[in-house]
């Protein structure tokens, strides 16, 4: 083999890796185009997410507003709630009082007889209980005794 033949194999050789590598930055250029395409979309992404953090954040803080509004609200109807029930007790041991006097009014009470006859036309008279109460203060005696 001589020289000629020697340098022509040679240089066949660096043209075959030259080729090689050619093909291969070829590839290298392609894949590297899809990671910017990638990396594009992957900072859109980003961006969307970044957006639908910040609005969670707001939807967030007013919840929290709202929520703040509503316990006040609410306290302020517990509280109305409990001077009514408290102005409803005492009208109720009020109740209890007035009708424990009217039962032992109605207890001590002893049938009177009439002075002079009525001359119109004669009453029945009204339908008593075992105690001797008359039958309308028997229910008003039983619904005070409910509404305690």
Not at 111 to 135: C, N, T, W, Y
């Amino acid at each position: 083999m001589t020289d000629v033949d020697l340098s022509f194999w040679l240089d066949l050789l660096l043209v075959g890796l030259l080729a090689a590598t050619i093909v291969y930055c070829f590839m290298v250029n392609r894949r590297l185009s899809k990671l910017r395409d990638a990396q594009g979309e992957m900072a859109r992404m980003i961006h969307s997410f970044d957006e639908a953090t910040e609005k969670a954040r707001h939807s967030v803080e007013q919840l929290r507003l709202a929520a703040i509004a509503t316990a006040a609200d609410l306290d302020k109807q517990v509280g109305e709630a409990r001077r009514m029930l408290d102005e409803l007790s005492l009208v109720t041991r009020s109740g209890e009082h007035v009708a424990e006097r009217i039962e032992k009014g109605v207890e001590s009470r002893k049938p009177v007889a009439p002075a002079a006859p009525a001359l119109a036309e004669p009453r029945q008279p009204a339908a008593r209980d075992p105690k001797g109460r008359a039958a309308a203060e028997s229910q008003l005696l039983q619904a005070l005794r409910k509404a305690r």
